[in-house]
């Protein structure tokens, strides 16, 4: 019946990391022991005061539809946290509240991108912005990098990059699936480039900034040259365990603001309320609440570094924000491994998946071919069993 479905839908891909955790949940419930690291979701609850609040909104009888881009107490307290957090300064009318980040990152690239726009990727990136870019007829223009950069373009790459059909840069930072984060000064200097283009708009996905060990988060629309021309994407799903609550956001100039709203009114209106009175409890609380969560997920960093290093074959850097490894295994390109030949990180993810009981994430998802993600959010006993394993099923005498 595929035929008989519209060639918008047969044309997008299925996202990698929700096919690999479904492939390892039907492994599992068919009895296989499983050790998920693929997905990108905190492994911890969701904080107390947080759920406290949502209770407080039911008995508040909070039941009825929302405003389309948020509730106004809500984006109040967005806009509190954009100047406490990032310096930066919005209006409410710059704050549309959304179902999710990735709802904020598609309304973005629906509003703006023409068929036929380009979109800079610049990559290892997420999954879903090609299929986002894709969806709304624009061309997914990847700028790779690799592990011997720490998964960083340059300002020449992203010159190299840029066109007259170039509409659109999604850059995100802390980097999913690497890891890596971008430093003020990198970050000026590729906006020196793009002050010569002001036609070309800027998405940063900020969605990982509280999740970092080190490297100071540093918000791309701060440089006053960019904040009229990039949208900035968060949301509550990563640093505070609210993945299921789906409440993502952006700060926009405000005509940008207006149209993702106006988009929004037709997919979806506003966001679930219960999940909107809960996100200003979260939101106005002290940053150093969730601080226990990063403490964690920066030790299990040293953890898994440390014992992926006793891995013959993987190469690594040292992430400075999420919860992923990114390690290069190419080494392990052409070789077969237990009758199984490896000819890319596709089939080294399904050996690991199948032959260790391990669930990862191939790179070529992320536009970074040579690479697996491993994800951290999970136990230390699952970090140190599932290392193990992999251990076990690469190194054959």
């Known amino acids: 019946m595929k035929e008989k479905l519209s060639k918008r839908i047969n044309n997008l891909p299925v996202s990698a990391t929700l096919a690999m955790a479904a492939k390892a949940r039907e492994l599992k419930e068919n009895g ?37 881009d948020g509730y106004g107490d809500l984006k109040k307290s967005i806009c509190n946290k954009f100047k406490r957090d990032n310096g930066l300064n919005y209006n409410t009318d710059q704050i549309v509240v959304s179902t999710g980040a990735k709802q904020s990152i598609a309304n973005t690239v629906q509003v703006l991108v023409n068929p036929g726009d380009d979109v800079l990727l610049v990559a290892p990136y997420w999954v879903s912005y090609s299929a986002i870019v894709t969806l709304a007829e624009g061309n997914p223009i990847e700028i790779r990098s690799d592990i011997s950069s720490d998964f960083k373009i340059t300002p020449e790459q992203l010159e190299n990059a840029i066109t007259g059909r170039t509409k659109l840069v999604i850059i995100n930072s802390p980097n999913n699936p690497s890891g890596s984060v971008y430093s003020k000064e ?20 900020e969605i990982y900034e509280h999740i970092n060990y080190g490297i100071p988060h540093y918000s791309f629309a701060k440089i006053p040259s960019m904040y009229d021309r990039t949208i900035t994407v968060n ?15 952006i700060g926009a100039p405000n005509w940008i603001a207006k149209a993702c709203t106006k988009m929004q009114g037709q997919i979806t209106s506003g966001t679930n309320c219960i999940a909107q009175r809960a996100a200003i409890a979260a939101l106005d609380a002290p940053v150093n609440k969730i601080k226990y969560m990063v403490d964690e997920f920066e030790s299990r960093r040293k953890l898994i570094i440390n014992l992926l290093k006793e891995i013959s074959g993987f190469k690594l850097n040292e992430p400075k924000g999420a ?75």
Do not use: C
């Open 32 to 68: 296989t022991d499983i050790i998920g690291l693929s997905l990108g979701e905190p492994d911890f609850n969701t904080p107390d005061f947080i759920k406290a609040a949502a209770i407080q909104a039911v008995e508040d009888n909070y039941n009825s539809y929302t405003p389309v």
């Open 186 to 205: 990198e970050y000026i200097e590729l906006s020196k480039v793009l002050e010569r283009y002001p036609n070309v708009y800027i998405l940063s996905d």
């Open 235 to 249: 949301g509550l799903a990563k640093a505070f365990a609210m993945t299921g609550w789906r409440i993502g956001y």
């Open 323 to 397: 919860f992923y490894v990114f390690p290069d295994v190419s080494s392990f390109f052409g070789k077969i491994l237990k009758g199984k030949h490896i000819n890319n990180a596709s089939d080294f993810a399904i050996y690991l998946l199948e032959e260790a009981n391990v669930a990862t994430v191939t790179g070529d998802a992320f536009g970074s071919p040579n690479n697996i993600r491993i994800s951290y959010a999970a136990s230390n006993e699952n970090i140190i069993n599932a290392i193990a394993r992999i251990k076990k099923a690469v190194e054959i005498d």
